[in-house]
């Protein structure tokens, strides 16, 4: 149990479907991010949140929407995705998002697969 | 780009041996984190080292930080099978106020039984 729960584990989905992916955090912190790992590439930061409000996009398509309703959960909106985007998404939070003495708890991933 | 680069990007040991991975950054830091992760799991925090510190120890795990260099070193002493994952440095940065983590591709150990 990481204290950062994402669901589903794994997500398979068409083109033209629209599916949502979830992150709940039970440590009591105020910042949330979404990460993309593709297989040989950096982790790419896709969104930040604090208290709620989103403090980075880090020009990422308009197809991935971010929603922050707490500061305990975190959600990817996905539509027409594109073969591509096939990745493993990880959620992450740290306790306060202004300080770089926070670490970052991560989730366990959604393996997304884009046919 | 802050972030940091990992190297070598594979690394095989047998148990028992040492592993050291190292990690190079472009700019100036407040600190650098050492992560973990094992396949298809997320990332775990193994350590942070301000730049104020040259060393710290955690367990089996020493981090070395040469800022002058720009460069950081991690080194797991007597490793075990349970020890084989992919082992990355993070570099934080406020931007705007708010932090930002980025990561390079990382080490990936595997330490043989």
């Known amino acids: 149990e990481t204290g950062v729960t994402q669901t589903p584990r794994h997500l398979v989905m068409g083109m033209t479907n629209k599916k949502s992916l979830k992150c709940e955090q039970h440590l009591g912190h105020n910042a949330m991010y979404w990460y993309k790992q593709s297989a040989k590439k950096p982790l790419e930061l896709m969104f930040v949140y604090n208290f709620k409000e989103q403090t980075e996009n880090n020009s990422v398509p308009s197809r991935f929407s971010p929603e922050c309703p707490n500061s305990s959960h975190l959600f990817l909106h996905l539509h027409t995705l594109q073969p591509e985007d096939s990745a493993l998404y990880l959620c992450?939070?740290?306790?306060?998002?202004?300080?770089?003495?926070?670490?970052?708890?991560f989730g366990n991933g959604t393996r997304l697969t884009v046919t | 780009s802050q972030q940091g680069e990992e190297d070598p990007q594979a690394l095989s040991i047998q148990e028992g041996e040492n592993a050291t991975m190292n990690c190079s950054y472009k700019t100036s830091i407040n600190n650098l984190q050492w992560y973990r992760q094992n396949s298809g799991r997320g990332l775990v925090h193994l350590i942070l080292?301000?730049?104020?510190?040259r060393e710290k120890h955690s367990g089996r795990l020493r981090v070395t930080l040469d800022t002058s260099k720009k460069s950081s070193s991690l080194l797991i002493t007597a490793s075990r099978a349970a020890d084989t994952a992919s082992y990355f440095c993070?570099?934080?940065?406020?931007?705007?106020?708010?932090?930002?983590?980025?990561f390079g591709t990382g080490t990936k150990l595997q330490v043989i039984p």
């Open positions: 993070a570099t934080p940065f406020l931007p705007g106020g708010y932090q930002k983590v980025t």
């Open positions: 992450a939070s740290s306790s306060r998002g202004q300080s770089l003495n926070s670490p970052l708890h």
């Open positions: 080292i301000r730049s104020n510190e």
